[in-house]
């Protein structure tokens, strides 16, 4: 560990998965789009893909119900698409995580071949449930899906840092930076990796970009331990 709080690693370095997750077969959830059915306590909406639970038919007009309502309030699928999303995306930052599977959920009855769909909830999976080994594969869905963001590989980068997959996390932030290279958090990542990697030069360099772009609060305390591991001048 290289600080007190490292908040982006926490939890993720200790375990793969919580107990009493299940665990079964493969199930298609798009048009040759096939995930492991994977299922959590709590409300099926708060999980990913309802919780993979087989749907009444009263169930199914309610959920046609909601995709028609959107679209009507909106003006197209796309947008009604991008307004959930957003929405699902700002309760990811708020840490509301059960409103996030419930956002992204909906994005999913709108247009589940849409990348989108699979990060924000690999970010559940990742940050509710501490499933790791189910967000990535749910993060190598999203980079097969239409419209990926350019917050892909910082937020997949940062799973394989908790899953201390250094070497394999380093390149994928090397892409991150170039990506979003405003994005502080995404330098700090790269610092992390290239750390880990024991480049301490380079971990150096990424040190001096994150402190330039904006980090997040939580990671301006990380960056004081990024540097002193490192040895910065």
Same mark, same amino acid.
């Given at each position: $560990?290289?600080?007190?709080? /490292?908040?982006?690693?926490? !939890?993720?370095? %200790? $375990?793969?998965?919580?107990?009493?997750?299940?665990?079964?077969?493969?199930?298609? &959830?798009?048009?040759?789009?096939? &995930?492991?059915?994977?299922?959590?306590?709590?409300?099926?909406?708060?999980?990913?893909?309802?919780?993979?639970?087989?749907? @009444?038919?009263?169930?199914?007009?309610?959920?046609? =119900?909601?995709?028609?309502?959107?679209?009507? *309030? @909106?003006?197209?699928?796309?947008?009604?698409?991008?307004?959930?999303?957003?929405? !699902?995306?700002?309760?990811?930052?708020?840490?509301?995580?059960?409103?996030?599977?419930?956002?992204?959920? #909906?994005?999913?009855?709108?247009?589940?071949?849409?990348?989108?769909?699979?990060?924000?909830?690999?970010?559940?999976?990742?940050?509710?449930?501490?499933?790791?080994?189910?967000?990535?594969?749910?993060?190598?869905?999203?980079?097969? #899906?239409?419209?990926?963001? =350019? $917050?892909?590989? *910082?937020?997949?980068?940062? /799973? %394989?840092? $908790?899953? =201390?997959?250094?070497?394999?996390?380093?390149?994928? %932030?090397?892409?991150?930076?170039?990506?979003?290279?405003?994005? !502080?958090?995404?330098?700090?990542?790269? *610092?992390?990796?290239?750390?880990?990697?024991?480049?301490?030069?380079?971990?150096?360099?990424? &040190?001096?970009?994150?402190? #330039?772009?904006?980090?997040?609060? *939580? @990671?301006?305390?990380?960056?004081?331990? /990024?540097?002193?591991?490192? #040895?910065?001048?």
């Amino acid at each position: $560990m290289t600080g007190r709080n /490292l908040a982006w690693l926490a !939890g993720g370095l %200790l $375990m793969l998965a919580l107990s009493g997750v299940a665990r079964a077969e493969t199930v298609e &959830v798009a048009p040759g789009v096939q &995930v492991t059915r994977t299922t959590f306590e709590g409300p099926a909406d708060e999980q990913p893909f309802f919780g993979f639970i087989d749907k @009444t038919p009263k169930q199914r007009a309610a959920d046609a =119900k909601l995709v028609d309502d959107l679209i009507a *309030a @909106t003006g197209s699928r796309q947008k009604a698409f991008e307004a959930v999303t957003l929405r !699902g995306w700002k309760a990811i930052l708020g840490s509301r995580f059960g409103e996030a599977a419930r956002r992204f959920n #909906q994005a999913y009855l709108i247009s589940p071949e849409q990348s989108s769909v699979y990060h924000g909830l690999a970010m559940v999976a990742q940050m509710r449930f501490r499933d790791l080994a189910f967000a990535d594969e749910l993060f190598r869905q999203a980079y097969k #899906q239409q419209h990926p963001l =350019k $917050m892909l590989n *910082a937020d997949y980068g940062r /799973l %394989l840092l $908790m899953a =201390k997959r250094y070497r394999d996390a380093q390149p994928v %932030l090397e892409k991150a930076v170039i990506d979003t290279p405003e994005f !502080g958090d995404a330098w700090a990542y790269l *610092a992390f990796a290239r750390l880990r990697n024991g480049d301490k030069p380079a971990a150096c360099a990424a &040190v001096a970009q994150a402190t #330039q772009n904006r980090p997040s609060r *939580a @990671t301006i305390g990380d960056l004081v331990h /990024l540097k002193k591991d490192a #040895q910065c001048e």
